[in-house]
Structures are given as structure tokens and as C-alpha cells.
């Protein structure tokens, strides 16, 4: 995991279309229409920002994760998401090294991409996605 890049920022919000109008003035419309990740429990809209992407992340129901982010917190940085070859690889180098993870393996996430999460213990208290690349 030594050469990373960095996918995407994910920003928690609790309105999707509201964030959608308030970003496209900084970086215009989304790449797409906005979808669901079922696996995530949430809707997400990608917006590209030179070679990254920030993905604005609305809970799906009250019980998604996002949801229990927002409430706790409220809107902001939810998480950062590094481009990997193999997110199964990139999550047990992190348990290996003694690291905790949320996924045991990798799960469907966002664009058809293979996605999962680190503990936010792992990196001083920030969430951090594996991203298997297009």
C-alpha cells in the first residue's frame, strides 16, 4: 500500500440534492445520476475535482451508518478512499499490522467498485476506504 492515490473524499449530508446545488458551483454537475449502494445503506452522487472525486453520502434509511455519522456528528468529511489493486489485500495488510477493520473482505460499493472500510482506530480516527480501481 506504499503508492497510493487518493480516490474519492466522502462527505456525509443529510439531503442529497441539496448538496448536490451546493457543490456545483465550486465543482459543477455530477458524473452521474445519483445511486444507491445498498450494501451501505446510502445514496451517493460523485463529483470530479481534478484527478479525485468527492462523494456526497446520504443515508439510505435511519439505521445506515451514514445516518448514526450525521446524527452524532453532523454533515462533513465522513471518510477518505485510496485506489488499491485488491481491497482484500489492502485489509489484511492492515490487520496484519495490527490494525482493526470494519470488513472482513471486500463488499460491493459505489460504480460497480469493490470497496472496504478500515476502523477509524486504525488511522488515528479516520475512516478509511479501499477502493478497488476500474
Request: hydrophobic fraction near 45%.
Amino acid at each position: 500500500m506504499r503508492s497510493l492515490k487518493l480516490d474519492h473524499v466522502g462527505i456525509a449530508v443529510p439531503d442529497l440534492a441539496e448538496a448536490i446545488e451546493r457543490w456545483r458551483p465550486l465543482v459543477g454537475a455530477p458524473e452521474s445520476a445519483p445511486e444507491e449502494v445498498p450494501s451501505n445503506r446510502v445514496r451517493v452522487a460523485f463529483v470530479s475535482v481534478g484527478e479525485t472525486h468527492i462523494e456526497l453520502l446520504q443515508p439510505a434509511d435511519a439505521a445506515s451508518p451514514v445516518a448514526r455519522f450525521l446524527e452524532s456528528r453532523g454533515p462533513g468529511v465522513h471518510h477518505l478512499a485510496f485506489a488499491v489493486p485488491s481491497v482484500d489485500a489492502a485489509l489484511a495488510e492492515v490487520r496484519n499490522r495490527g490494525g482493526r477493520t470494519v470488513d472482513e473482505r471486500a463488499r460491493p460499493g459505489a460504480r460497480g467498485r469493490r470497496v472496504g472500510f478500515a476502523h477509524p482506530s486504525t488511522f488515528g480516527g479516520v475512516l478509511v476506504e479501499f477502493v478497488e480501481g476500474p
